[in-house]
């Protein structure tokens, strides 16, 4: 049990330095990111980073970040786990 204390502060380390990277990530405008940038999303590739941009195209701006599930391939799910990062504006 002389290790528990080692841990714990290993697991909260570990804990900070994860959720202080994610709240770094900054924002992305998916009306106006290119398909490198919309690729670091989470759950998106290049062909999805691509298919956003040319639905974008097609369709004009999106008018809330909820309508990026509108695209083939992208779900719901998807939209939710990157909501923190999306935005219109």
């Given at each position: 049990m002389k290790?528990?204390?080692f841990f714990a502060t290993?697991?909260?380390l570990f804990s900070l330095v994860t959720?202080?990277?994610h709240a770094q990530q900054p924002a992305i405008n998916i009306n106006l990111a290119d398909a490198a940038t919309l690729s670091s999303?989470?759950?998106i590739g290049d062909s999805k980073a691509e298919a956003i941009v040319?639905?974008?195209e097609a369709n004009g701006p999106f008018e809330t970040t909820q309508d990026l599930s509108n695209v083939k391939?992208?779900?719901a799910r998807t939209v939710e786990k990157n909501a923190e990062r999306l935005t219109v504006k």
């Open positions: 290790h528990t204390p290993l697991v909260l959720g202080f990277a999303l989470n759950g040319a639905y974008r391939g992208i779900g």
